[in-house]
């Protein structure tokens, strides 16, 4: 164990925290539409930031990218674009069925196929070795998690129906925002794999002098750039189909483009955060530390959906399916990162 190991977990659990918090000052707009808000979010977030970031840490940057054979650029680009459509379709399926319901979904099957791809791909063979049966064992669990949440989110529905809790800006269903939520956390597990096969970029950034702690920086810059391209088309699509362009200029623009960069700064800060606590981890980051990561994501994201209205008006009976079905996404995603112990 490392003598950080302690250290490391609370960074990590508190990064947890920080990601599943991202999207709470979404709720605090008043002015702006959703495409408003989120495209700060993206700029923010998937541009300037992470930009920041490896010009400030990684050692000669533009001589790594310009040394790089073209595959290693071409993998975190080309996931990095897909990863960011479901990125789009996670803002939708937040405003649709909410934080709690959003985040419990997307990082349960996020956290599965994020694992399970990369080992169909790489290592076929793992899949009959210790690691690939508990991945296998928690398909089922996790199954059970999203029944139980199609329950809970019905019985929300019906029972907010007439009601003055606040309801979704975009007037999705439910059965619409889970399916785009099912949708996102398969898709969304692509921006692992423009990791998983952006070995030789990050050793090349460690030959130039880039720290373990610091290269990942250069693969991130490529991945969210890539997928901030899907999201800035949608956004625009939608500010031009709804004429909404002029709110960038109405009054109260700064406090709404405040809370879209408050969105970016708290969802990086969480990814930086769980990449720097899972290193002082040490062997045991990215099983037990990225396990904390996701249960503290989850946790977190229900508390403030619960603090923020989104289970007003039901019953306890729909709150307690709810809480059973965060129980048993906790037990899929401690089963599949037990595998990293192997």
């Known amino acids: 164990m490392s003598e950080h190991f302690w250290l490391g977990m609370a960074i990590i659990a508190a990064s947890g925290a920080l990601n599943g918090s991202f999207a709470a000052p979404m709720k605090s707009s008043r002015s702006w539409r959703w495409e408003n808000t989120w495209l700060v979010f993206a700029v ?23 040394k790089s054979p073209g595959s290693a650029l071409v993998y975190p680009l080309a996931f990095g674009f897909l990863w960011g459509i479901a990125q789009v379709t996670f803002g939708l399926g937040i405003e649709a069925v909410g934080m709690a319901l959003a985040f419990t979904v997307v990082s349960g099957l996020g956290c599965l196929f994020g694992s399970l791809i990369p080992l169909l791909a ?41 009601s003055d809790a606040p309801k979704s800006r975009l007037g999705y269903s439910f059965a619409a925002g889970l399916g785009i939520c099912i949708f996102t956390g398969i898709v969304g597990s692509a ?14 950034s460690k030959t130039l002098g880039a720290g373990p702690l610091v290269s990942p920086y250069a693969v991130w810059a490529l991945i969210l750039s890539a997928g901030f391209i899907p999201n800035l088309v949608y956004c625009a699509w939608l500010l031009s189909r709804s004429r909404s362009w002029a709110l960038f ?25 769980y990449g720097i606590g899972a290193t002082l981890v040490g062997s045991y980051g990215t099983s037990v530390g990225f396990a ?17 209205g989104e289970w007003k008006a039901t019953s306890a009976r729909t709150r307690q399916i709810l809480m059973a079905a965060v129980l048993v996404t906790l037990i899929a995603v401690g089963v599949l990162n037990l595998g990293g112990l192997f």
């Open 44 to 66: 923010v977030a998937l541009l300037i930031l992470p930009w920041a970031l490896a010009i400030r840490w990684v050692p000669h940057l533009v001589e790594l990218y310009r």
């Open 122 to 162: 790489l290592h076929p063979g793992g899949l009959l070795q210790p690691k690939g049966v508990l991945l296998l064992t928690s398909i089922p669990i996790l199954i059970v998690g999203l029944v139980l949440y199609a329950k809970a989110g019905r019985s929300r529905e019906r029972e907010q129906a007439s």
């Open 292 to 308: 904390l990561f996701i249960a503290a994501q989850i946790l977190w994201s229900n508390a403030l959906g619960v603090l923020t």
């Open 191 to 204: 921006w692992n794999l423009g990791f998983a096969f952006s070995g030789r970029l990050l050793e090349l």
């Open 249 to 273: 200029k109405a009054p109260g623009s700064l406090r709404e483009a405040l809370l879209g960069s408050a969105m970016g700064l708290l969802w990086l800060s969480g990814i930086v955060g």
